[in-house]
């Protein structure tokens, strides 16, 4: 198979960066589209309450997806350091290493959401006339707990030597497989909610074995050796230091979400179809945020473990003015047209109602998600996961919540929880953005932050 990774140490850094961060907008673009089409068939086709059902399992199970993102993330700064640095041996390792690691740590992660599904379910408030399909729907989710933890971290070592088109092609055919069997399980079949789950994992089963191929038969320096998967400690604490705090961040940043879904289920059915529905849709211009923060974090990386600092800041000012334009020509056609938006999701109009208001509400500041992620994954490509960690949780989950607690307390309304978004973007971006400029690049510049060559 022809060599696709892509050396980001050298040539024009605007180009470098754009052509690896589309594949990735548009792979998330159509992660993000046979997501969405879930809802779309069981909105219209079974029902509000079914639309509620996979709605209120939808941070449940981005919790997981969440966690072996994160993973991915740091993991593939120690790859792309490797890369950049031209240490192929070491590369080679940790790569098994990590698959070896993400394979037994996504059985016993699967094995447990099945027990613990109800549990789950109970601490987002559940509703009991959407907790049974919720139920079903999240447990058959879970077995595919897998197959997501293995993708993640492959995609991540293809991210992390520069190729963001090969996972872009594989997510466009499991999307493409995920709505053809979301049609033919439920708007034909009949299968209801368990319908869409199966379609999921099915899909999602089909991306390992397309990732695994590519790296099997290619002659790059990620090639998969079978023999070689196996944990080596040196690796593995490698791996832990820089993909662990990115996963937990992910994690916590999700339970968080779990909580304040607790304040949307309050508010009864039609809210929780209504705010399904919005994220839904402003997980879209959401995406740019994610995209052009894992370009940072990959180009970062490369340069950094290069010794080519000055390359690595330059990144972080070309992906502001990116996302900030993109956001911009994006979200200013979804903020005009959220109605109609909305009604692709759902007929009914109090939840078109709830819909509307949320992305009235959030998508005019979505500038602030922008910033946090691409500072945040800077600061992460530097090698600094478990700051970017720890201030991202103070942000996203700490002030988040206070404000919460605060707001709902003096006011019991339904926008105090739409604000919510905007206010931990806020404060996350604020905080890391601070510890940047007094720790991070002042570290870089005088010789105390470096790459190492195995701990990083």
């Not at 890391?432 to 005088?446: R, T």
Request: hydrophobic content about 50%.
């Amino acid at each position: 198979m022809k060599k696709r990774s892509v050396d980001m140490t050298t040539g024009n850094p605007l180009r470098i960066i754009v052509m690896f961060a589309l594949p990735i907008l548009l792979g998330q673009i159509f992660q993000n589209l046979y997501n969405s089409v879930d809802s779309i068939v069981v909105g219209n086709f079974v029902g509000t309450t079914a639309l509620a059902a996979v709605s209120s399992s939808a941070d449940i199970s981005r919790l997981l997806v969440g966690f072996f993102t994160g993973l991915s993330t740091g993991a593939g700064v120690l790859f792309a350091k490797y890369f950049g640095a031209g240490d192929y041996d070491d590369l080679h390792r940790s790569i098994h290493t990590a698959l070896t690691f993400s394979l037994t740590l996504g059985l016993v992660m699967a094995l447990t959401g099945v027990i613990l599904t109800p549990f789950l379910l109970r601490i987002v408030d559940c509703p009991a006339d959407v907790f049974p399909e919720a139920q079903m729907y999240l447990r058959i989710y879970f077995i595919g707990t897998l197959f997501t933890a293995i993708y993640n971290v492959a995609s991540g070592v293809l991210r992390a030597v520069g190729d963001s088109r090969s996972p872009l092609y594989y997510l466009i055919i499991t999307s493409l497989t995920n709505i053809v069997m979301d049609v033919l399980f439920v708007a034909i079949g009949g299968m209801g909610v368990e319908g869409v789950a199966f379609a999921t994992i099915i899909s999602q089963l089909l991306s390992c074995v397309l990732i695994f191929r590519n790296m099997l038969t290619t002659t790059d320096v990620y090639k998969l050796v079978p023999k070689d998967l196996k944990m080596e400690k040196e690796y593995l604490s490698a791996i832990v230091e820089l993909g662990i705090p990115s996963a937990i961040q992910s994690s916590l940043t999700s339970i968080s979400n779990l909580f304040v879904q607790r304040y949307i289920n309050g508010f009864g059915s039609a809210a929780m179809a209504g705010t399904g529905a919005a994220k839904r849709i402003d997980r879209f211009i959401g995406l740019i945020a994610l995209s052009f923060g894992q370009a940072t974090t990959t180009y970062v990386s490369q340069n950094f473990g290069a010794g080519k600092t000055d390359r690595a800041f330059e990144a972080i000012r070309i992906c502001l003015m990116l996302g900030y334009g993109s956001v911009l020509l994006l979200g200013t056609p979804v903020y005009l047209f959220a109605e109609q938006a909305s009604r692709i999701f759902t007929n009914r109009p109090e939840a078109i109602v709830y819909s509307v208001a949320m992305i009235h509400t959030i998508m005019p500041l979505y500038f602030l998600q922008t910033t946090n992620q691409i500072f945040s994954n800077a600061v992460r490509g530097f090698g600094r996961s478990r700051a970017v960690m720890f201030l991202s949780l103070i942000g996203m989950i700490g002030c988040r919540q206070i404000y919460l607690a605060v707001s709902m307390a003096q006011n019991h309304v339904i926008e105090n929880v739409y604000r919510g978004y905007p206010v931990g973007w806020g404060f996350s971006a604020l905080f890391v953005i601070i510890y940047y400029f007094l720790v991070v690049k002042p570290g870089v510049l005088n010789g105390t932050i470096v790459a190492k060559k195995k701990r990083v």
